[in-house]
């Protein structure tokens, strides 16, 4: 047999036994006594059994009536709770974001973006996995994430991705005798050490290549895997960097000489997700995050 409770049935038949009384429970519902009572037989009806005993003028509640209000409280109770979490999925106030990213994703382009948004979101719980571009292709082939940021080459299957560049910036320790120029070229490089990402990166290849080009001087001082790392040498002095504006942002404030860097040498990373429909959560951060770069994109379009 199917049965097809009404919750505002259910909602009175718990007031009543709670609050003792018809009038109590029409007068904390805002409705009329007759309309509670009302409910309540209607609701006697549709589980076929008494809820109530009637004495004397005054209603108790049967053995049966005391075991249906048990379920009935915990019906009510999930109900609530369902109706909660729709509110907080519907104003992306609850849910979890997993993210994934390369070093530099998770060093300097993501921690500002994950703090701006969860004051907005304070209720979304954010995990943010690192991993080296190996990783991040099982990681991405998997699915198991939703939003995430490598440096290409990136397999392509079963995933959404747009591109993006940043014009690269010169860094250089505190009191550099080239920090008198408004713009730095491999030329003006040329002998000075350098601190130079590993080989492993495209972006090693492509400063050297530059280098070559303008028939410079390459003088490694030392070769590191992370942005930030070169940042935290160049402010120890010991060499320049050329790397994103998003890591310079970092160091500028603590001391770092940043200028702008010619001919035009473009970091580029990937925004990636799987093809399937994104949750609210994710297309929320994914909008703070591409917010976020603009400001970063256009300054080097300029």
């Known amino acids: ?33 007759p309309a509670v009572t009302n409910a309540i037989q209607r609701l006697e009806r549709r589980v076929g059994f008494p ?3 009637h004495a004397k003028g005054r209603s108790r509640p049967t053995p049966e009536g005391i075991r249906f209000y048990e379920a009935t409280r915990s019906a009510l109770s999930g ?47 954010v995990r943010l996995q690192t991993a080296n571009s190996p990783r991040l292709n099982e990681m991405a082939l998997a699915q198991a994430f939703d939003i995430g940021l490598a440096e290409p080459p990136l397999d392509r299957r079963f995933l959404n991705m747009s591109r993006h560049r940043l014009s690269s910036v010169c860094a250089l320790p505190p009191g550099h005798p080239l920090a008198q120029k408004s713009v730095i070229t491999p030329r003006d ?26 028939e410079s001087e390459w003088t490694v001082a030392a070769e590191v895997d992370m942005s930030a790392t070169e940042g935290e040498l160049v402010l120890r002095g010991l060499g320049a960097a050329i790397f994103d504006p998003i890591t310079a942002s970092l160091f500028e404030s603590r001391g770092l000489a940043v200028r702008p860097f010619a001919p035009a040498l473009f970091y580029e990373f990937l925004i990636f997700q799987p093809q399937r429909p994104a949750s609210q959560v994710a297309a929320a951060f994914l909008a703070t995050l591409e917010e976020s770069l603009r400001t970063y994109e256009e300054a080097g379009d300029g």
Not at 4 to 11: A, D, K, T, V
Not at 15 to 28: C, F, K, N, P, W
Not at 90 to 119: C, E, K, Y
């Open 1 to 33: 047999m199917s049965y097809n409770f009404e919750s505002g049935h259910l909602e009175a038949f718990r007031l009543v036994i709670e609050l003792g009384a018809v009038t109590r429970a029409a007068e904390r519902l805002g409705i009329s006594q």
């Open 51 to 53: 809820l109530f005993e």
């Open 79 to 125: 109900l609530a709770r369902l109706a909660d979490l729709a509110e907080e999925i519907q104003h992306n106030r609850a849910g979890a974001l997993h993210l994934i990213s390369h070093p530099l994703g998770a060093t300097a382009i993501l921690p500002p973006v994950i703090a701006a948004f969860r004051l907005a979101h304070p209720d979304v719980h």
């Open 189 to 214: 490089l040329s002998g000075h050490p350098l601190i130079v990402p590993a080989q492993d990166r495209p972006f090693h290849h492509s400063l050297r290549r530059l280098f070559d080009e303008a």
